[in-house]
């Protein structure tokens, strides 16, 4: 329970369902105390107000500090990222390898046979019983990328009281319910960076490992100096610091040499990606022909993954071919 409007009317359904319910919230960040914004799902202050939920519903509500975890799986390898040229994706790793990993230990000690969040996806199990996950019915609020890394038996323990609800339906249904947090605002950040503070965020914890580098264009004409490529993710538009007479884009970035190429809008298009980290079905054929998203509200397109022979000891190397060339 995040304390948000979406898990209290998850528990509230469940209750409803007959379901025999405990609460569990994770603390995971603290806020500094001049924060603008403290409470988005990690802070005590989530934690108070999932209570107060729980309190109204009548179940019992408990509070498990896993700061020092999230440090390690999220927020560490969310500043390495940046400072390597990449885009994290820090809520995919932590709802598998923070949230996840430890509710479904907690529920192991409780003697619980299910674990239920709020996220907008569904489970459906097919023909021969095996669980799988989809898309939820309100595709603009559509979370089932985020669990995407959930195996099979993960899944079939996974119960997803808003998966055919929408927004709307779940904040009307919260306030004629006369929830705590009905009218809760939704977060659209990360949880633990303020709005728009990243490059400051990995700043603090870079260590020195900053690198000031050349801006080039796609020609490999030097445009002007940056302070760090974590500064820039590719399509980027606004701050770029140079101007070239006409819209300008981050093209790609470059770890190695600390450069960042900008070119035109065409010059952000792509053929095709590299995947890392993935989980597949274990019945998937490949090549696999695929509906891919590269950012969250993005119509999918077509695509085929292809899997690349291993080197001894390696994981083979997957990647998604676009049937048409895709705008970062």
């Known amino acids: 329970m995040s304390g948000g409007v979406d898990s209290a009317l998850a528990a509230a359904l469940l209750v409803d369902d007959g379901w025999e319910v405990v609460g569990v919230t994770l603390h995971l960040w603290d806020y500094p105390d001049d924060a603008p914004e403290k409470t988005r799902c990690c802070a005590p202050e989530d934690a108070h107000d999932a209570r107060l939920v729980a309190d109204h519903l009548g179940i019992p509500h408990y509070t498990f500090?896993?700061?020092?975890?999230?440090?390690k799986e999220v927020v560490g390898p969310f500043v390495d990222a940046y400072l390597a040229g990449t885009t994290p994706s820090p809520c995919v790793?932590?709802?598998?390898?923070?949230?996840?990993?430890?509710?479904?230990?907690?529920?192991?000690?409780?003697?619980?046979?299910?674990?239920?969040?709020?996220?907008?996806?569904?489970?459906?199990?097919?023909?021969?019983?095996?669980?799988?996950?989809?898309?939820?019915?309100?595709?603009?609020?559509?979370?089932?990328?985020?669990?995407?890394?959930?195996?099979?038996?993960?899944?079939?323990?996974?119960?997803?009281?808003?998966?055919?609800?929408?927004?709307?339906?779940?904040?009307?249904?919260?306030i004629a319910r006369d929830l705590p947090g009905a009218h809760k605002g939704e977060s659209q950040e990360l949880c633990f960076v303020a709005a728009g503070k990243y490059a400051d965020f990995v700043e603090q914890r870079a260590d020195g490992r900053v690198r000031p580098g050349p801006i080039l264009s796609t020609r490999g004409e030097t445009l002007g100096q940056h302070h760090g490529i974590h500064r820039f993710t590719v399509g980027q538009r606004r701050g770029l610091g140079v101007a070239l007479g006409?819209?300008?884009?981050?093209?790609?970035?470059?770890?190695?040499?600390?450069a960042v190429v900008?070119?035109?809008?065409?010059?952000?298009?792509?053929?095709?990606?590299?995947?890392?980290?993935?989980?597949?079905?274990?019945?998937?054929?490949?090549?696999?022909?695929?509906?891919?998203?590269?950012?969250?509200?993005?119509?999918?397109?077509?695509?085929?993954?292809?899997?690349?022979?291993?080197?001894?000891?390696?994981?083979?190397?997957a990647t998604v071919q676009f049937d048409t060339p895709v705008r970062a």
């Open 65 to 71: 500090d896993r700061r020092e975890l999230f440090q």
């Open 93 to 174: 790793w932590c709802n598998r390898s923070v949230k996840m990993h430890e509710l479904f230990g907690l529920a192991d000690r409780l003697g619980a046979h299910k674990i239920a969040t709020g996220h907008y996806a569904r489970v459906v199990h097919d023909s021969s019983g095996r669980a799988r996950l989809y898309r939820a019915r309100d595709e603009r609020k559509d979370q089932s990328y985020f669990l995407h890394m959930l195996g099979a038996a993960e899944l079939d323990r996974l119960v997803l009281p808003l998966a055919d609800l929408t927004k709307d339906e779940v904040r009307a249904d919260a």
């Open 246 to 258: 006409k819209p300008a884009f981050v093209a790609r970035l470059d770890a190695t040499t600390a």
């Open 262 to 317: 900008v070119g035109e809008a065409d010059d952000t298009l792509s053929i095709g990606a590299e995947l890392h980290r993935t989980a597949w079905a274990d019945d998937a054929v490949f090549p696999l022909r695929v509906h891919v998203k590269v950012r969250s509200h993005q119509r999918p397109v077509p695509a085929t993954v292809v899997l690349a022979a291993a080197r001894t000891g390696e994981p083979a190397l």
